[in-house]
Structures are given as C-alpha cells and as structure tokens.
C-alpha cells in the first residue's frame, strides 16, 4: 500500500505586496542618503523587493517517502546542501552549507527532499540555530526515524561585512535527535562522515 505524498506549501497567507516593499525600499535608501536619481538606482527600490520576496518564498514541494522494505538500517547523509538565508537580526545574507542525515525506520525519503527541507525552512528571516533545529525537528516528526542529524556551517554577511567585520568566520550548529543523540558511536560516525569532529 502506497502513502500519498505530502504536500509542503510555505504558510499560507498574503503574498508579498512588492508595490509597497519598492516604495518602502525607496524610503529607506533614501533616508539612508542614497540619490535614486541616476538611471543605475533608478530601478534599485523595485529589484530590491523582488530580490528579497524571491529570498522569502520556498518552492512548494512533495515529500516523497517509500517504504523500507529492505530494512535498511544505516546512516543515510546528504552533504554539501547548499544554504542561503537572511539573518532576522540585519536582513544580510548568510550563506553555507548543510550536512542532514537520518537512520532510516518504516520509511525512507527521496534524497533530493532533504535539500528542499533546508530551502523550506531557510526561506524566511533566519538565526542558523532554529534553522537548523527545524530542519531536524521536522525530518523527525514527517520520517520518523530512529535518528536525525543535521549539521549547518555558514558565513555570516552580519558578521563580515559589518561590525567586527570578520572575514572568513563561519558560524557551525548542529542538532542530533534520538539515536544519533543517544548513542555515542553513531553521533560519532554521523560527525565524521559530515568532516566535523565531534
């Protein structure tokens, strides 16, 4: 017997309303003392909306899982996911990667859905340790799996770009859940596998 596939929409609600992020956008550069008067920023108020509602909106999905009829039992990693979020804290980019792995249960999951789970969940104002959390969380309560990792290294804009300005920093989270948490030799090979010391 086969399970449907589970849709996954972002959250419902009112799309973004990209007249007034331009205008809203305007007002900012503005009062920031930024002439829109040159024919290069003239446009710049509306490419700025329309890149931040593309930042903000995942793609909906279908989380295709299949049964595990071989009672496969061993750690299943997809490294190097790509990672691209806006801090919550200054709306700057923060960028990386993602190491997510799971031991399977009842059900195993397309492996392509574990990077559309990343994108779901980093479409939106982010800090990197609910990303991350999220991430594990969700895999935990759609999959259950006897265990969840999900490692995320990023750079962060916040921190580069402005502030302390330092250059070449990464910011690395992890969460673990059941046996990945529990059981010391899977959390190991789970890091070892991820290039992380654990």
């Known amino acids: 017997m086969s399970t449907p596939a589970l849709r996954v929409v972002h959250e419902t609600g009112p799309g973004p309303d990209l007249a007034a992020a331009e205008a809203a956008a305007a007002d900012l550069l503005t009062a ?3 002439s829109l008067d040159s024919e290069s ?13 593309e930042l903000f909106t995942p793609r909906p999905f279908d989380l295709t899982t299949f049964p595990n009829d071989e009672g496969y039992d061993e750690l299943v990693l997809a490294r190097g996911i790509p ?8 709306l700057l980019p923060f960028v990386g990667v993602a190491h997510v792995g799971y031991l399977p249960g009842d059900r195993i999951l397309g492996l392509s859905k574990l990077a559309r789970i990343v994108e779901h969940f980093a479409c939106r104002p982010q800090v990197q340790e609910r990303l991350t959390k999220q991430v594990a969380d969700w895999l935990e309560e759609q999959l259950e799996p006897r265990g969840v ?9 916040c921190m580069t770009l402005r502030g302390v300005q330092a250059v070449g920093s990464s910011t690395v989270t992890s ?3 059941g046996t990945l ?16 010391n654990g």
């Open 32 to 34: 920031l003392g930024i």
């Open 41 to 53: 920023l003239r446009g710049t108020p509306g490419r700025m909306a329309r890149a931040y509602a």
């Open 83 to 90: 990672v691209r979020s806006v801090c919550e804290h200054h």
């Open 149 to 157: 990792g999900v490692v995320i290294e990023a750079e962060h804009s």
């Open 175 to 177: 969460t673990l859940l």
């Open 181 to 196: 948490r529990e059981d010391a030799r899977s959390r190991q090979e789970f890091f070892a596998l991820t290039g992380i």
